[in-house]
Each structure stands twice: as structure tokens, then as C-alpha cells.
């Protein structure tokens, strides 16, 4: 067990055991979320795969058949009922959009934005319009600009993702 695995190990136990992931779609939540998993011997859990499974839907198709507003439904009942110790979280990109999800968040454990700019975004994006419902709306700088604020509001920590890779990515959020 490295310094750094320790170190990591002591805040998750002091902020609630867990790591949650959140920001824009395409900043990599559920990539970085599995390799910090892997990393700490946590288990991994993605939020919109849970909601999916059990609505037994994808995401696109329950915005289009039950509307934005009961997926964000689905999220809150998540938050409130599917926490246990030692996992790393991957929220959608839209988690923000619900004031009281902030506490529910906190509640869960340490709460890590990943920032990144438009360019980034767009790159991480490119072709994937169909899958993201929210993009067929709004385009990627109206949505940043829109939730940056709340990502900043929500979380504990900031970690910028830009020109980095996942490796490096998991190795600032344990340093934190």
C-alpha cells in the first residue's frame, strides 16, 4: 500500500468512505471513475447504467418516452437509497441540475468536479450527439456555461482534465 493509497484511504474513511465523480458529459466520469476504482480497491458504480438497468431503458430512450424531469426523478431515488462504503460514483452530467442533490451528494462522500474546457469537451464529444439527449437541445458552450457554476458549488475538489491523461487524472484526485 503506497503513501498516497493511504493518504486517499484516511479522507474517503473521514468524508464517508466514497469518491463522487462529477461534470460535463465528455469529461471522462466513467473512465476516470473505473481506473480510481481499480486504483483503490473500490468498487465502481455509474449512476445512469444503474438507472438504465432498472428502468430497463437507455437514457435517450427515457427522456424521449418519460420526459427530463423523471429521470431526474430516477437520479434523486438513486442518491437516497444506493450508497454503501468504499465506491467511486459516476453521476450523469446533468446530477447539478437539482439544488437538493447537492446535500444527498455530500451525504455520499467527496464530491470531485472534472473540469474541462469547451475544446475538450467538443473532442471527447465528437459524433456522439445522438446518444446524449441533452445535445440535441443545447449545444456543448450553453450547457458549460450553464453548469460550470454548479459543479463548482457542488463539489469538494477541481480537478482540470485538459491535455491530461487518465493516469494523471487518477493521480491528482488521490494527491487531493
Known amino acids: 500500500m503506497t503513501q498516497t493509497h493511504d493518504y486517499i484511504e484516511k479522507k474517503a474513511d473521514k468524508e464517508g468512505g466514497n469518491i463522487v465523480l462529477i461534470g460535463m458529459m465528455g469529461c471522462g466520469k466513467s473512465t476516470v471513475g473505473k481506473a480510481l476504482a481499480r486504483a483503490l480497491s473500490y468498487t465502481f458504480v455509474d449512476m445512469d447504467e444503474a438507472i438504465e438497468a432498472q428502468e430497463g431503458m437507455s437514457i435517450p430512450e427515457i427522456f424521449e418516452m418519460k420526459g427530463e424531469t423523471y429521470f431526474r426523478q430516477c437520479e434523486s431515488a438513486f442518491l437516497k437509497n444506493n450508497h454503501g462504503q468504499g465506491i467511486v460514483l459516476s453521476t ?15 451525504v455520499i462522500g467527496r464530491v470531485i468536479y472534472l473540469q474541462g474546457t469547451h475544446e475538450t469537451l467538443s473532442d471527447h464529444l465528437s ?21 460550470h457554476p454548479l459543479y463548482n458549488a457542488f463539489s469538494d475538489d477541481v480537478i482540470i482534465i485538459d491535455d491530461k491523461d487518465i493516469e494523471t487524472i487518477v493521480a491528482e484526485i488521490m494527491m487531493k
Open 127 to 147: 459524433g456522439e450527439s445522438e446518444n446524449r439527449p441533452v445535445l440535441k437541445k443545447q449545444g456543448i458552450g450553453e450547457l458549460l456555461a450553464e453548469r
Open 92 to 106: 450523469g452530467g446533468g446530477i447539478v441540475k437539482k439544488s437538493d442533490h447537492k446535500a444527498l451528494l455530500q
